[in-house]
């Protein structure tokens, strides 16, 4: 690993802290909401991409 890449390893203490912080910032009633829409955005994204492989590939033909 180089040395640029020391700073960007993310643990285990890392990453609890980061949870901690998150709880603490939005509560506990708001990170359903938040990850339904993370989730939904993923979808979407995967399904426009998708789309325009589709399309790339029509092209093609």
Known sequence: ???Y???LAIGAPQIIL???V???LFGGKKIPE???GLGSG???FKEASKEDDK???DKKD
């Open 42 to 44: 993923i979808k979407e």
């Open 55 to 57: 399309k790339e590939d």
């Open 34 to 36: 938040l990850m339904r």
């Open 5 to 7: 890449m020391i700073p």
């Open 18 to 20: 980061i949870v901690v």
């Open 22 to 24: 998150v709880l603490l």
């Open 1 to 3: 690993m180089s040395l």
